[in-house]
C-alpha cells in the first residue's frame, strides 16, 4: 500500500482543515449558525480533532456535546483541547456502533460523502431514528457537480487554492486524487435531499453552497 504523504495527520489537522477548505470560515460558520440556542444535546458524527466541536463550544455553551470518532489519535488531539474539557468522546466506526439516546441535533462534516451510497442511506436513517421531535440534522460536506464543466472548473478553483495556503504539489495532488477515486459515488445535491427525505426528513434546505462545498439542513 503507497504511503500517504500526510505524515502525523492528527497533529496537522487543524491546519489542514485551513489550507484544504475554501472558505472555511464560512463554512464551518453555516454549520454552526443553524444550530439553536440554549440547552441542547448535541451529537457530532466522525468530530476528529474537535475542529468544529471547539467553535460549537464558544457559540453554544449551554449545549451538551458528544462526539465520535473512529480514529484514536484524533481524538486525542480533542481531548488535549481545554474547551472540551466537559464534552463526551466515544471512540467507535459509526457503521459498526451508534450511540446511545436521542439528540436534539447531529451533525457531520466532511464525512458522509465519502461513504458508499448504501451506507449513507443507512446513516441517514439512523441519523433521523436518533433525533427528537423537531430534531434537525446538519451535514458539512463535499459534493458532486451535475455538469463536467463546473466540476472541471471547481477542481481547478480548488487544486489553486490548496497550493496557494502552502499545502506541497504531493498532498495536493494526493488531496484530488483521493476525491477522483470516489467522486462518482459522491451524491449532487439535490440527489442528497433525495436521500434525506427517503430517510424520513420532511425540511431540507441548503443555506451555503460554494463550488464542491457546501452546507444542508434537515428536521424531522
Same mark, same amino acid.
Given at each position: 500500500?503507497?504511503?500517504?504523504?500526510?505524515?502525523?495527520?492528527?497533529? /496537522?489537522?487543524?491546519?489542514?482543515?485551513?489550507?484544504?477548505?475554501?472558505?472555511?470560515?464560512?463554512?464551518?460558520?453555516?454549520?454552526?449558525?443553524?444550530?439553536?440556542?440554549?440547552?441542547?444535546?448535541?451529537?457530532? %458524527?466522525?468530530?476528529?480533532?474537535?475542529?468544529? &466541536?471547539?467553535?460549537?463550544?464558544?457559540? /453554544?455553551?449551554?449545549?451538551?456535546?458528544?462526539?465520535?470518532?473512529?480514529?484514536?489519535?484524533?481524538?486525542?488531539?480533542?481531548?488535549?483541547?481545554?474547551?472540551?474539557?466537559?464534552?463526551?468522546?466515544?471512540?467507535?466506526?459509526?457503521?459498526?456502533?451508534?450511540?446511545?439516546?436521542?439528540?436534539?441535533?447531529?451533525?457531520? &462534516?466532511?464525512?458522509?460523502?465519502?461513504?458508499?451510497?448504501?451506507? /449513507?442511506? /443507512?446513516?441517514?436513517?439512523?441519523?433521523?431514528?436518533?433525533?427528537?421531535?423537531?430534531?434537525?440534522?446538519?451535514?458539512?460536506?463535499?459534493?458532486?457537480?451535475?455538469?463536467?464543466?463546473?466540476?472541471?472548473?471547481?477542481?481547478?478553483?480548488?487544486?489553486?487554492?490548496?497550493?496557494?495556503?502552502?499545502?506541497?504539489?504531493?498532498?495536493?495532488?494526493?488531496?484530488?486524487?483521493?476525491?477522483?477515486?470516489?467522486?462518482?459515488?459522491?451524491? &449532487?445535491?439535490?440527489?442528497?435531499?433525495?436521500?434525506?427525505?427517503?430517510?424520513?426528513?420532511?425540511?431540507?434546505?441548503?443555506?451555503?453552497?460554494?463550488? %464542491?462545498?457546501?452546507?444542508?439542513?434537515?428536521?424531522?
Amino acid at each position: 500500500m503507497t504511503r500517504s504523504v500526510f505524515e502525523n495527520l492528527s497533529q /496537522r489537522y487543524d491546519v489542514l482543515q485551513k489550507q484544504a477548505l475554501p472558505n472555511w470560515q464560512t463554512f464551518f460558520s453555516t454549520v454552526v449558525e443553524y444550530i439553536p440556542e440554549g440547552k441542547s444535546n448535541i451529537l457530532e %458524527l466522525a468530530s476528529g480533532t474537535g475542529f468544529l &466541536t471547539s467553535m460549537i463550544r464558544k457559540a /453554544r455553551p449551554e449545549a451538551s456535546i458528544t462526539c465520535i470518532d473512529r480514529d484514536p489519535a484524533m481524538l486525542e488531539v480533542a481531548k488535549g483541547k481545554p474547551e472540551l474539557k466537559d464534552v463526551i468522546f466515544i471512540e467507535g466506526d459509526i457503521l459498526k456502533a451508534w450511540p446511545e439516546g436521542t439528540f436534539d441535533l447531529i451533525v457531520s &462534516t466532511q464525512f458522509i460523502f465519502a461513504l458508499p451510497s448504501d451506507d /449513507r442511506i /443507512r446513516v441517514f436513517r439512523q441519523i433521523h431514528d436518533s433525533l427528537r421531535p423537531d430534531g434537525i440534522f446538519i451535514e458539512g460536506d463535499i459534493f458532486r457537480q451535475e455538469s463536467r464543466l463546473e466540476t472541471m472548473i471547481y477542481r481547478s478553483q480548488w487544486e489553486k487554492y490548496m497550493l496557494e495556503h502552502d499545502m506541497s504539489p504531493a498532498e495536493v495532488e494526493e488531496m484530488l486524487l483521493s476525491l477522483d477515486r470516489i467522486y462518482g459515488r459522491i451524491d &449532487t445535491i439535490p440527489e442528497l435531499k433525495e436521500k434525506l427525505k427517503a430517510a424520513g426528513f420532511e425540511n431540507v434546505f441548503c443555506p451555503y453552497w460554494y463550488e %464542491l462545498y457546501a452546507v444542508v439542513v434537515a428536521s424531522v
